[in-house]
């Protein structure tokens, strides 16, 4: 069954996947119920590029938006290792909600760890995940900056006027943007010498009457159902107390080492979750499909084939012990370096991505039929390269970190 195995089972290498310990917050027949509820309207938001809404709100019926909200303002105060279960869990049902789920995770596993966050909001938001299933991202893309990990300033500008500030400017990529309570948006002062920072936009009632327009431009070949739409700020006021720290550009160095590991490890979960349905999907044909020339047998009696899902066996385990061991790491207080996180997105994503071309292969044009799922894993597997920091920065800075070690 492809929900019915938790998404990192005790066996093989249970201790160093971290099974023993506490329980997880999150019971794992809720996240496998849930994933196979999403997977029977994924194709359908797929082909729509339409915005799961009934997901997030059965997420929040089910309390897993506030997982790692603290439990003094009514979150479950889960770690990196139950993150990480929810997202590649839901992750095998309906991908792009994981997504939206990731970005909303890691700002709320930082929103007490360092200034980027404004001090007043810090406990709103955490409240308003527990108990309107409140949703936050990071707007930071730009048309002519691209990802600010490759430096630049942002056009969007924030203007002083008495009492906050007035931003404008345009954001893409503005995933879960249908949804989102809290648009946390990454901006420059238009001051002589700019100074760059995170303001908070409370949706409030509509994001029109605030001076915000989303233009329902998303039109990828994978992740379609995320709502990663174009969003327009023109002089939307937010009052001085939504800002966070405002620094000089270079002032903002790379994520700390914990912040860097939230982001590999659950990155890189959605995409192993995505190469997981494929295998999954893979088996079941495999022991479907009986073709005439093997008397009745089925292609899972074929030495070749069971030889090839071993090689996608072998990919995945690798992924298993990777995500776990860096989870349990972080819970336990001893993250590595950002670079051997950044090496574990870049290993992890490469062989989910592998794990599915070799799945296609094998199935030929039953696997790229869209009658089947697995072109649509293959679709939104593709898109674990889009994540920043890419492969080429990835590998550039493990190995400048060796050179200069």
Request: net charge negative; aromatic share 6%.
């Amino acid at each position: 069954m492809p929900f019915d195995d938790p998404p990192f089972p005790a066996a093989p290498f249970g201790a160093v996947l971290g099974e023993a310990g506490t329980a997880p917050l999150a019971n794992p027949s809720l996240i496998a119920d849930l994933a196979a509820e999403f997977a029977l309207r994924a194709a359908e938001h797929d082909a729509a590029a339409s915005f799961p809404f009934e997901n997030f709100d059965r997420l929040r019926e089910s309390g897993l938006l506030a997982l790692v909200s603290p439990t003094a303002f009514g979150g479950k105060g889960g770690g990196l290792r139950d993150a990480l279960a929810v997202v590649n869990g839901i992750a095998r049902g309906e991908p792009s909600t994981a997504l939206v789920l990731v970005l909303h995770y890691v700002i709320h596993s930082q929103l007490w760890r360092g200034p980027a966050w404004a001090e007043a909001l810090r406990e709103p938001i955490a409240r308003s995940a527990a108990t309107d299933g409140g949703l936050i991202n990071i707007l930071r893309v730009e048309p002519e900056l691209g990802t600010p990990h490759r430096g630049g300033l942002p056009a969007t500008v924030a203007r002083k006027v008495p009492g906050g500030w007035l931003i404008s400017g345009t954001k893409i990529y503005s995933t879960g943007i249908p949804a989102l309570s809290w648009l946390g948006v990454w901006a420059r002062t238009d001051e002589a010498e700019p100074r760059v920072g995170t303001w908070v936009v409370p949706r409030g009632t509509g994001l029109a009457e605030q001076g915000i327009e989303v233009r329902e431009t998303w039109n990828h070949i994978g992740m379609r159902a995320s709502g990663s739409h174009e969003v327009v700020f023109t002089d939307v006021f937010v009052p001085d107390d939504h800002a966070g720290a405002l620094r000089p550009p270079a002032g903002w160095a790379a994520p700390d080492a914990v912040a860097t590991a939230w982001m590999a490890t659950l990155f890189s979960g959605v995409y192993d979750g995505v190469a997981r349905s494929a295998r999954n999907w893979l088996v079941g044909f495999l022991h479907a499909r009986k073709p005439t020339g093997l008397a009745g047998a089925s292609l899972a009696t074929v030495p070749r084939l069971q030889e090839a899902l071993g090689g996608i066996e072998a990919l995945l385990l690798t992924n298993r012990v990777l995500l776990r061991s860096l989870s349990v790491a972080v819970d336990g207080g001893t993250p590595p370096t950002s670079s051997d996180s950044l090496l574990v997105k870049y290993t992890v994503t490469n062989n989910a991505i592998d794990a599915v071309a070799r799945a296609l292969e094998i199935t030929g044009n039953p696997g790229l039929s869209r009658d089947n799922p697995l072109e649509r894993h293959h679709r939104d597997v593709l898109c674990a390269r889009v994540h920043a920091p890419q492969n080429d920065m990835i590998l550039t800075g493990a190995g400048r970190a060796a050179l200069t070690g």
